[in-house]
């Protein structure tokens, strides 16, 4: 892409995401993630009213009264925003591509977290790890994502959620909010997310496209796996070949909404047709 072309791709979505930030998520970003975290302030004496839990038993042993811990609510955070840039994001049917819709709900993010003084930092995932951005503050660290969004040529084209979740526990070492924005595409990551979760606060946005979901019925159709390039042939005028899809689909949907409830994941559906505005501030009232 060149370089006039990319500023303008930029420029756009930094207009309609900030704008979107400004007005809609901020005070739902705000009240939905800060104060989550709690960080040790000082040690003093007890004081009748007190949390006899928070009653530091070290201190109190060596001067013989009691002392309690302080904690304080941590108003700085760190987010990160696991990125799935595998192949089957190139895929949509009708408003836009679920990778265009990725890049816009990162822009919607990176520029809330800014708002509100948080540092930003991005994994960029496959099946391998293709790049991570190290947590930063500030509109030119937000606006490097973007274009790192928009231009970015993955070099793997498959899905792991299992390895992303195990970079993130390891690389990030202070808890984070941690968005982990995937059509979902995989498998066998259950593990992984509820290890994530104990360490980070953990978000799942789910993008998908109403033809993942439902079969047209438009007679002999060629579909292609984008991951792994693999061709076949179906004929939607079966209704028994498109009512196996649905099913199967649907089997799909019920196995990850498992899987989030039972680590404890909050998450939200985005889908490609529709706005993303109520589905991420119905998520925000939410928590």
């Known amino acids: 892409m060149e370089t006039a072309e990319l500023l303008k791709k930029v420029r756009k979505i930094e207009i309609k995401t900030r ?14 993630f800060k104060g989550r975290g709690m960080t040790f302030s000082e040690v003093r004496e007890y004081q009748p009213g007190d949390d006899i839990r928070s009653i530091d038993w070290n201190v109190t042993a ?8 302080v904690f304080e609510e941590e108003r700085e955070m760190t987010v990160m925003i696991l ?3 595998s192949a089957s994001g190139e895929f949509g049917t009708r408003k836009q591509l679920k990778q265009d819709l990725i890049t816009e709900l990162c822009a919607v993010l990176a520029f809330s977290s800014i708002q509100n003084n948080d540092k930003i930092g991005v994994i960029f ?3 391998k790890i293709e790049k991570f951005i190290p947590p930063k503050k500030g509109k ?7 274009r790192d969004l928009i231009e970015f040529k993955p070099e793997h084209k498959k899905t792991n959620i299992e390895l992303a979740l195990k970079y993130l526990t390891g690389a990030i070492k202070k808890r984070s909010i941690a968005f982990v924005i995937s059509d979902f595409m995989d498998s066998n990551f259950n593990d992984a997310l509820k290890i994530a979760n104990k360490k980070h606060d953990l978000v799942a ?8 979901q439902e079969l047209p019925n438009v007679g002999l159709l060629k579909l292609i796996d984008a991951e792994t390039g693999t061709l076949k042939w179906v004929d939607t005028s079966n209704k028994k070949v ?3 899809f ?3 689909a649907k089997k799909h949907e019920a196995n990850l909404k498992e899987a989030f409830t039972k680590s404890g994941v909050d998450t939200a559906n985005i889908n490609t047709e529709e706005s993303y505005i109520v589905p991420l501030t119905n998520l925000f009232k939410r928590r």
Not at 19 to 32: D, K, M, R, T, V
Not at 62 to 69: C, E, I
């Open 19 to 32: 704008g979107l930030s400004n007005q809609i998520f901020s005070g739902e970003y705000q009240s939905a």
């Open 83 to 85: 990125v799935d840039v």
């Open 62 to 69: 060596r001067f013989n009264t009691p002392f309690v811990k």
């Open 205 to 212: 946005l789910r993008i998908y496209d109403k033809r993942e």
């Open 125 to 127: 995932f496959t099946d």
């Open 246 to 248: 649905m099913v199967n």
């Open 242 to 244: 498109r009512t196996q």
């Open 140 to 146: 030119t660290h937000v606006l490097r994502i973007i």
